[in-house]
């Protein structure tokens, strides 16, 4: 997973163990349990069955591509 250091892979989980402490803490309130306290139905904490992590990492190929380089650096039709 990710790339060859391994840090898209590692975030990922870091996140994935962050969701699912926060699943099931019952002090904290997910957007699940916010929907179900709207609709009468007593709930605290999340899902914890429902979690998905996405970590995508982004890597240059072209000009322009690199550290420090902004948004449409290297690309003339972004000064239009």
Known sequence: ?????GSAA??????A????ERAVDKRTDSPFALVA???DILWSGGMPDD????????????????AGAGAGAGDEHWDR
């Open 37 to 39: 306290k709207e609709h």
């Open 17 to 20: 163990d962050v969701a699912r």
């Open 10 to 15: 590692r975030l990922a989980a870091t996140l």
């Open 1 to 5: 997973m990710g790339g060859s250091d």
């Open 51 to 66: 979690v998905s992590i996405v970590v995508l990492r982004v890597v240059g190929t072209g000009a322009g591509s690199g």
